[in-house]
């Protein structure tokens, strides 16, 4: 199993420029979740799904879509990106009780 | 709004030292917390807990939850500096929807 993979890696925006954030899982996981992560700020959940077709807002959702049409696939889509959204995100799944496994993290910077 | 507080934000101790990071949480339907370690990059999973005042451990790495209070602690023995790292706690929410909410982290560098 790949886990959770993230693409790409590192990307550089110009204000007002859109951009999806690939994520993808191979477990069969049902729950999957977006989070940003700034310093000092910790992990902050800005959406998630609970199974393909069904999506929530987290705590910091404004500026963000998501869609789940698959089980495999949760992208984010940035709308129009602000330097605020400058950030490193991460994806995460898991099913059950069992523990979230995160992706390797896309490092984004907004100029 | 569910709320989990990691305390001290950031620690320095030398190789050797036993270190206790604090962990506590307000949140409706608990269900579970769990620690993390972050290196460099995505955090990998240390322990979850769900019972209180049961010790859940792993080579120098140790934690427990009371659920009466709302807090959990994480030990480590005899650190290394490869213990420095960002120790994250979060806390399962559960209910109809899936919910993990995350402390700040605990920043903590280990000296040789």
């Known amino acids: 199993n790949a886990g959770v993979t993230q693409t790409p890696k590192f990307q550089v925006l110009k204000t007002g420029q859109s951009m999806t954030l690939q994520c993808a899982q191979d477990?069969?996981?049902?729950?999957m979740s977006w989070y940003r992560q700034d310093p000092g700020m910790g992990l902050r959940l800005i959406h998630y799904?609970?199974?393909?077709?069904?999506?929530d807002q987290g705590e910091v959702p404004n500026g963000y879509n998501v869609s789940r049409s698959t089980t495999e696939d949760f992208p984010l889509r940035l709308l129009s990106a602000a330097p605020s959204q400058t950030s490193v995100y991460f994806c995460?799944?898991?099913?059950?009780?069992?523990?979230?496994?995160f992706g390797p993290g896309t490092r984004l910077l907004v100029l | 709004e569910d709320k989990v507080v990691q305390s001290p934000l950031s620690l320095v101790v030398h190789e050797g030292d036993t270190v206790t990071l604090n962990c506590s949480y307000e949140v409706t339907n608990f269900r579970s917390l769990l620690w993390y370690k972050q290196e460099k990059k995505a955090p990998t999973f240390l322990f979850m807990l769900t019972s209180s005042g049961i010790e859940k451990k792993s080579g120098r790495l140790s934690s427990i939850l009371d659920k009466k209070e709302l807090f959990s602690i994480l030990n480590i023995t005899a650190t290394q500096t490869g213990d420095s790292a960002i120790y994250l706690c979060a806390v399962n929410s559960g209910g109809s929807n899936y919910k993990l909410t995350f402390g700040k982290g605990t920043l903590l560098t280990v000296n040789p």
């Open positions: 477990m069969n996981h049902e729950y």
């Open positions: 995460a799944s898991r099913t059950g009780r069992e523990t979230q496994y």
């Open positions: 799904s609970v199974g393909a077709g069904i999506t």
